[in-house]
């Protein structure tokens, strides 16, 4: 499987000088659905909604630091929000979660369980060896997946060779997670600075791959 060198710019660690991440990448087998892996997922949004409000979801540690990097590097969290918030929100609406695949789904489950927004890629439409988050400029080109063109000038962004592929609002079409997927490449952000809790999101995402999506030559890293 390629090796991937992830950076994080002089820019990042100016407005974001707490943040922690982990990268997680691995040959895996994607499928339509799981009904093993949809079982915890209704079991984590039952956890959810009896100990949040759409109020209260602002204050979780993860999501309260993503808003402030957005502030930082010079975004409005409120008319952008991060997936994790997005996800959330959803799920204290009564709304569930989209049901996409076992992948994209357990990387969802990842993200509500430990309130980080996560990157999921594949990993073979990923362009060079090596991936930098920087923040978004004006009027630098980017499809958010389901989004269309989306602004992403003052958003945290990772870049390969050729542009941005993730964001924490929205990853990019041109790298996204499909049926025919078989190499599997993630970011967790954790902008809390919470390095222990951001391992442990890397990890929880690596043993779902292996128990839903049959995956091997794990591979999870901290960058910050």
């Known amino acids: 499987m390629r090796t991937i060198n992830v950076a994080v710019s002089d820019e990042i660690h100016a407005a974001c000088p707490d943040f922690k991440g982990c990268m997680v990448r691995a040959q895996i ?3 339509t659905y799981n009904e093993e892996l949809w079982k915890e997922i209704e079991e984590e949004i039952s956890r959810l909604t009896a100990r949040n409000t759409t109020e209260s979801i602002k204050l ?3 999501i309260a630091a993503t808003r402030r990097a957005y502030k930082s590097c010079g975004k409005d969290p409120s008319r952008y929000r991060p997936s994790c918030e997005q996800l959330i929100r959803r799920v204290i609406q009564g709304k569930g979660l989209y049901q996409i695949d076992t992948v994209v789904d357990l990387v969802n489950l990842a993200s509500i369980r430990y309130a980080y927004s996560i990157g999921g890629f594949d990993l073979d439409k990923v362009e060079g060896d090596k991936v930098v988050l920087g923040i978004g400029r004006e009027k630098e080109p980017y499809e958010g997946i389901g989004r269309g063109t989306l602004n992403i000038a003052g958003m945290p962004v990772y870049r390969d060779s050729i542009g941005g592929i993730g964001t924490p609002t929205s990853d990019h079409e041109r790298t996204k997670i499909s049926l025919d997927t078989t190499h599997f490449l993630a970011f967790v952000n954790g902008y809390d600075g919470n390095a222990e809790n951001t391992k442990a999101c890397g990890l929880f995402i690596a043993h779902m791959l292996e128990k839903y999506a049959n995956a091997c030559d ?6 910050c």
């Not at 794990?218 to 960058?223: K, L, N, Q, T």
Request: negative net charge; charged residues 25%.
């Open 218 to 223: 794990i591979s999870v890293e901290e960058y």
């Open 60 to 62: 979780i540690s993860g």
């Open 29 to 31: 087998e994607n499928t």
